[in-house]
């Protein structure tokens, strides 16, 4: 199975700073289907990238990814009180998912 | 509005069997697979199948396999997932979401969760 780890664990930052979430697989992820979560305490996942670097409806652009093969990037261009939260990268597509263990990014 | 409900919080012992539901509206059911993922406190989410409504396949995670089945109504447009032989590491919050097989635009629509306990 292809392990996603993710780094740093926690991100302390202020808001209106710029964010960078880091995603690396075991083996490269095919077809770059990787896709980025936020979960808040008691909510579900809320999609924010699919396919490395495409943005789900309804996500401001101030959130972008990139990346391919192994190496993938969550960057949330200036932070608002609201983007504080526990993101998730997810390899997805050919039913042998994984996902990452978290990054919290919490207010400095 | 698209939407996924699931049923409410289980408290099972060790060795019981839950059945989780997943009622979908606000798009055509047999459109989407439903996935299924849990996340233990501390831990990060962990996909445990598939299963697609129109073809009829499931696809599940090597370490469910065997203890897992995934059903559906399509009339009630409701999805299941029943674990079996339920074990205290088995607690966790499970989600259902939507996954458009053809689109592969991720995970776009997820349950609110349901919170299974297992505990003697």
């Known amino acids: 199975e292809i392990v996603l780890t993710q780094s740093p664990g926690t991100l302390s930052l202020s808001p209106g700073e710029r964010a960078t979430l880091s995603c690396r697989a075991s083996q490269s992820v095919t077809s770059n289907y990787l896709a980025w979560f936020q979960q808040k305490p008691g909510q579900a996942p809320r999609l924010l990238i699919y396919g490395a670097s495409s943005r789900a409806t309804g996500i401001p652009d101030r959130f972008s990814g990139r990346g391919s093969g192994t190496d993938f990037t969550l960057t949330i261009s200036r932070l608002e009180t609201e983007d504080f939260a526990v993101y998730y990268c997810?390899?997805?597509?050919?039913?042998?998912?994984?996902f990452g263990q978290g990054t919290r990014l919490e207010i400095k | 509005q698209v939407q996924l409900l699931q049923s409410g919080t289980e408290v099972k012992k060790p060795g019981a069997s839950v059945k989780v539901s997943c009622k979908a509206s606000?798009?055509?059911?047999?459109?989407?697979?439903i996935e299924w993922v849990r996340r233990a406190t501390g831990q990060g989410p962990e996909w445990i199948g598939w299963m697609n409504p129109n073809t009829g396949r499931t696809g599940f995670a090597q370490k469910f396999q065997g203890r897992v089945t995934m059903t559906w109504n399509t009339s009630i447009t409701t999805a299941y997932m029943e674990l079996s032989s339920l074990r205290s590491d088995d607690t966790a919050m499970y989600y259902c979401?939507?996954?458009?097989?053809?689109?592969?635009?991720?995970?776009?629509?997820w349950g609110q969760g349901t919170v299974v306990t297992v505990s003697s």
């Open positions: 979401a939507r996954y458009h097989p053809v689109l592969r635009n991720g995970f776009d629509v």
């Open positions: 606000g798009y055509t059911f047999t459109s989407y697979d």
């Open positions: 997810h390899q997805y597509g050919y039913g042998r998912d994984t």
